[in-house]
């Protein structure tokens, strides 16, 4: 993927991103949404269901932000345990 933005842009854009996340991690956590890692420029996101009995996880994501925002970041479906990517 070609850099077309400054990635200092991109990585404070991404920072302020993931700070916004964290201020509302109880209501994210609450939904299911639980994220694994966050280093510029990705992030890992576990998706589950709260309301199943006993709660399953569904998913996975890696989102990048390369580029950040003159391009929204791309979404990687990835098996929630290994982060593999699906084929």
Do not use: C, H, Q, T
């Amino acid at each position: 993927m070609d850099v077309l933005v400054d990635p200092a842009v991109s990585e404070a854009k991404f920072n302020r991103e993931v700070a916004d996340f964290r201020k509302l991690d109880d209501v994210y956590r609450e939904r299911g949404w639980w994220m694994l890692k966050a280093k510029f420029p990705e992030i890992s996101v576990v998706f589950a269901s709260p309301k199943l009995i006993p709660p399953a996880v569904i998913f996975g994501v890696e989102l990048n932000f390369l580029n950040y925002d003159l391009w929204p970041p791309s979404v990687r479906l990835v098996n929630p345990f290994s982060r593999v990517p699906f084929m």
